[in-house]
Structures are given as structure tokens and as C-alpha cells.
């Protein structure tokens, strides 16, 4: 069942340009666990991040094109939890959104947030990038 989305609030993108791409502060604790460990432990975190969250962004659209607003619900809750733990806090704000805009049965209000967290995925993997180069350059 879906809303109205006359009547359904979508957060603009200027909403979620609040939200930082990335918590640096997040990313040097993880830093520096894999430095005691003598690993590559964050560079591997980040390619499973990768990995999962390309995954997770392809059924998302399998979902909302199935109208499974249980399955949607479920698939942002998943990349919530996993961008905030690699320090990717916009991502997770965007996938909440999708989460809280699922469990209300709100799908319209999905479609444009997918479109965003898309985009805003694709930023956060730029980012993540540029930060690994950063770290190694010093």
C-alpha cells in the first residue's frame, strides 16, 4: 500500500548535506585497530563495504519494483547498519530515510531517496578512496 506523495515528506537533498559524508573519526579508530593488528584490516573492511553495499543497492530496486516494502524496509536497515559503521554517516541517514519511508508503507517517497542514495553511494566510495590515498601519501 502506498501514500499519497503529495502528502508524503521526502527529505531533500539539502537535508542530508548536513549529515557529514564521512566521520573521519570513525575511520581512524578503524585505522588504528588495524594498525595494532599489523593488517590491511580497513582496506578489506572497505572492499567488503563495497561489495555488499553494490549488492545491497541492486535489490533495493528489485524490491521497490516488486513494491515489497517489507524486503525495502529490511535491505536499508542492512546498509544503515553498515555505512555507520564505516564512518559512511550520510549513506546511513539516506538508507534510514528509505527504512522509515518503507515501514510506513511509504513507497513513493522511496524512489527518490534510492536515486539519491545511489548517487550519495558513489560519492562515499570516492571519498573513501581519496582518504585511503591520504593515508598512504603520508
Known sequence: MTKDPETSPVPSVEAFAAFPRLEFEMLEQLQQMATLRGSDLLERLLVIFRNQSHEVLTTL????????????????????GSARSMG????????????????????????PLLTLLAAEHSASEDAFEAWIRRRTES
Open 61 to 80: 530496486g528489485e524490491a521497490l519494483r516488486a513494491q515489497d516494502a517489507q524486503s525495502v524496509a529490511e535491505r536499508a536497515h542492512g546498509l544503515k
Open 88 to 111: 559512511a554517516r550520510r549513506l546511513a541517514e539516506i538508507a534510514s530515510s528509505i527504512e522509515r519511508s518503507a515501514l510506513r508503507g511509504d513507497l513513493d517517497a522511496v524512489e
